[in-house]
């Protein structure tokens, strides 16, 4: 203080004008998260922090909190927790907590903080190199980079409902074919992603915890049986199949639905490497699953089935889609007849959509 000031019968403390003093308290880098090559974070992006006394920037794959050192984190003696959201276009917005120990030294060095880009698809097609004929039933699989050991990526046939904890189970398991008088059922009404009851055409030999494969094989995805209804009692009649998790992917009218009787456990088990988020169909992996089906178990949710891998259609055209984690996935193509493509792919994360075709020889 430097004077006092009466006036209208209050007194005013004055201070002669200061240049406030900024100081970086703390400060980190935030990197892409690609498991084959996290690199800084190169585009602009937003840094907020609850604490009003502190101002918060970041820039060219760093962020700082600076504030005046006499009033702000003042209170040398106790912990300070800081809340701070990191956002970036193309990327999912990434909310921390930033803890500054008591008695600290400034400015505080925090651990890498990681942002996970949103995913994105590929298409294209797969045709004969002499012909320019499609070649249908192709399979594309991820088999690469070579990650950190014991790091393993896997391509899922369909992307996750919903977002997978590190915590999860990842177990591959052996599927056997449901043996009916009608093997293939069809849908007989469409059923939008979301949908948790579907009609199909036959439920003859229909039970609880069967597996379901809607779809032809280039656009196929998995749920599991919950209950099947008795009504109408003729079930070779069309009825309502409740499943024990809503679609991730829509059903169309007359797809087929082929039923499976889950088998014995397959290969290792395996858990996520940091979390997986919804939209996502590249899991990083503690271990590699074997197995005709993995099976994703992560309470409260239910547990939730993948294929691996995609596959063309009768027009030699294929979508993958959730694609992610990796800055160069290999993909190699293999179909019977041809010998097998292998394939680096640079990412391209500012397209939704990138295309990539493939010409196929004996």
Same mark, same amino acid.
């Given at each position: ?11 005013? +403390?004055?201070?002669? *004008? ?13 990197? #892409?998260?690609?498991?084959? *090559? ?54 999912? #917005? ?14 505080? *060095? ?20 002499? $012909? ?8 594309? #699989? ?47 009404? *469409? ?50 199949? $409740? ?11 007359? +797809?087929?639905?082929?039923?499976? $009787? ?34 994703? $178990? ?58 990539? +075709? ?5």
């Amino acid at each position: 203080m430097d004077a006092q000031v009466l006036s209208n019968g209050h007194v005013y +403390d004055v201070m002669r *004008e200061r240049s406030a003093i900024w100081q970086v308290m703390v400060y980190g880098a935030v990197i #892409d998260d690609c498991a084959d *090559e996290p690199l800084p974070v190169a585009a602009p992006f937003a840094v907020s922090v609850n604490e009003p006394l502190l101002r918060a920037s970041g820039h060219m794959g760093r962020f700082a909190l600076a504030g005046d050192p006499d009033v702000a984190l003042c209170d040398h003696t106790v912990p300070h927790s800081l809340d701070v959201g990191i956002t970036s276009s193309g990327f999912h #917005d990434l909310d921390l907590t930033v803890n500054v120990p008591a008695s600290p030294v400034f400015p505080v *060095e925090m651990i890498d903080t990681a942002m996970r880009r949103l995913p994105v698809a590929l298409s294209g097609r797969v045709i004969e190199l002499a $012909t320019g004929n499609p070649v249908s039933g192709a399979r594309i #699989d991820l088999v690469g980079p070579t990650l950190a050991n014991p790091q393993r990526a896997i391509l899922l046939s369909s992307p996750l409902a919903w977002s997978v904890s590190s915590a999860a189970s990842v177990r591959g398991r052996s599927l056997s074919p449901v043996a009916s008088a009608v093997p293939v059922k069809a849908v007989k009404q *469409e059923a939008p992603a979301g949908a948790a009851e579907i009609l199909l055409d036959n439920r003859q030999d229909l039970v609880a915890n069967q597996l379901l494969r809607f779809g032809p094989e280039h656009r196929s995805h998995f749920a599991q049986i919950l209950s099947v209804s008795s009504s109408p009692a003729n079930l070779s009649l069309p009825g309502m199949v $409740t499943l024990t998790a809503a679609l991730a992917r829509g059903a169309r009218m007359n +797809d087929p639905a082929v039923p499976f $009787t889950l088998g014995a456990p397959a290969g290792a088990n395996a858990s996520p490497v940091g979390q997986a988020y919804a939209g996502e169909a590249v899991l990083v992996l503690d271990a590699l699953p074997a197995g005709d089906v993995l099976a994703i $178990t992560d309470p409260p949710h239910p547990p939730a089935f993948h294929g691996q891998g995609a596959v063309s259609d009768a027009n030699g055209r294929y979508l993958i889609q959730g694609l992610c984690r990796l800055r160069r996935p290999v993909l190699r193509t293999s179909a019977a007849g041809f010998g097998a493509l292998t394939r680096t792919v640079p990412m391209r994360w500012s397209e939704p959509l990138s295309t990539l +075709d493939w010409r196929m020889a004996p």
